[in-house]
C-alpha cells in the first residue's frame, strides 16, 4: 500500500502520513528524490539530480531530463498520462532549482507537484 506523503511548513524535505495515497504524489516524490541505482530492488529506479553540482543553464537542461527520465516509468505502467517537467533557477537563492511537474492521471485528476532542490 501506498502512504501519502506531504510538504508542507512542518514537513519541508517531505514527511510519511499513514493516510491511503490516492493520487500519484508519492510516485512522483520517490522517483525524483531517491538515488538512481540505490533501491535494492530496481536498481533503474530514482533520479541522478543528486549529480548535479552547480546550476548553470545546461545543467538545469540535465536536470529536467534526469527529472523526465525518473517518472517515465508513469505513463509506461499507466500510473499517468502525461508529465510536464518545469525546471528553473530560483530567483532569491540562485544555488536552489525550482522543479514544478504537472501530471494528469488515467481518471483526468491533475496533479501538481512543486519541490526545491539545491545543487550540491
Known sequence: MDFQVILDAQYPTGGLTFTKNSD???DIFNSINIKKGSFFQNPDFGSEL?????????NLLLARQYIQEATQWMINT???????VLVERDSADRGR???????VQPDGLIIVWEQFKRAV
Open 24 to 26: 500519484i504524489r508519492t
Open 50 to 58: 543528486h549529480t548535479i553540482k552547480k546550476l548553470t543553464d545546461s
Open 78 to 84: 499507466g500510473r499517468a498520462v502525461s508529465l510536464d
Open 97 to 103: 532549482m525550482n522543479i514544478k511537474i504537472t501530471a
